[in-house]
């Protein structure tokens, strides 16, 4: 069977509910899934009732943005469990950094002439971790503009005009967090961190050696070449080869659970050489 290994709901900037979310998961047949929102566990323990009324094995997890050398990677982290933890512990504090820096785009947008407030934004988001998607939704319904896509083709996208950065954890510190929480770090779609094809090798090798348990291979913008490049990179580094559709709702993005834009098949193998990397994590 496939599963899925990389899924958002509207506890972050998904469109549906972790339980709808689980409920797509069984209807494209997955053996497991994983709920992956941004900067929170909140929606772990509504998306695992949901998967075990379906029959679905559930892996709780999230997804953090990180710097690594001035490069900006996502880091999926896995088999994280909602409750006290070092890396728990620390999800509020980049939720009010999140907090911050929407401000502050908020006020570039106002100086700009887009008559938006805080508020029109938090109306978009059900969760605690609200960003740019949510501010892209009230600049839709304002009628500013027509999709999030354009947001971040434009005013929102990285270095645009109402961009601003935000803190970040390193990626060392994200794996030693993950580690030290019993949980499995793997970089998502490094096809983001525009590298040359011969330049994942280093950086993989390099964080391989402080922690990294696993690549995420299988995701919509990865083309056939790059899926089987990563494979076999995570394989001769002997830590997981995952992936995922980065699903974020059936309107607001093109991704469908399981089968991202069509041709996506992550092997449930993946799930037995992430668990492997647990028994890896820091001592009880
Ligand atoms: P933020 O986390 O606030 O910096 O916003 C970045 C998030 O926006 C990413 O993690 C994606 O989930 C989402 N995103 C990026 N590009 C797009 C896009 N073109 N359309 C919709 N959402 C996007
Ligand atoms: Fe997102
Ligand atoms: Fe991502
Ligand atoms: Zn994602």
Redesign the pocket.
Known sequence: MAVDLHLHSNIS?GEDTPERVMELAAEANLSHAALTD?DTVDGIDRARLAAERSGIAFIPGVEL?VDHDGTKI?MLVYCLEPGEGPLQSRLAGLRYG?DARNTQIVHNLNRLGYEITIGDVEKHAAGPSI???HI?DALIDKGYIES??EA?TDLLRDGGAAYVE?DRLTAADAISLARESHAVPVVAHPVTMCLARDGYGRVFRELTDIGLGGIEAHHPMHDRELRTHITGLAKSLGIAATGGSDY?GST??SYRVGTGTGDLRVPESSVESLFAQRSMTGSD
Request: net charge positive; hydrophobic share 10%.
């Open positions: 900037d941004h943005s996502h999140r960003g740019r998607p892209a999030r896509d971040f935000r974020h607001k993005r």
